[in-house]
């Protein structure tokens, strides 16, 4: 990390907490931007699936079993 980075930290430290947080939605909108290309191929992707399952090529998992999978011990 840059010097100038450190500092627009320490900067960004002496904020009261609600702007601070603006500040970090700030930032992230700046690393989201749309991307067109990605959006069309999570797009198909979705379909794909979708028609998989509709068709019985793959089943439905349930979100509590999804989650159980990552939890830590």
Do not use: C, F
């Amino acid at each position: 990390m840059s010097s100038q980075s450190r500092a627009l930290i320490e900067q960004a430290r002496q904020l009261p907490v609600l702007e601070r947080m603006e500040v970090v939605d700030a930032l992230l909108a700046t690393i989201d931007e749309p991307n067109p290309e990605l959006d069309r191929l999570w797009v198909a992707e979705a379909e794909d699936r979708v028609a998989a399952y509709r068709r019985g090529e793959i089943k439905a998992v349930e979100l509590g079993d999804v989650l159980a999978k990552y939890r830590q011990p």
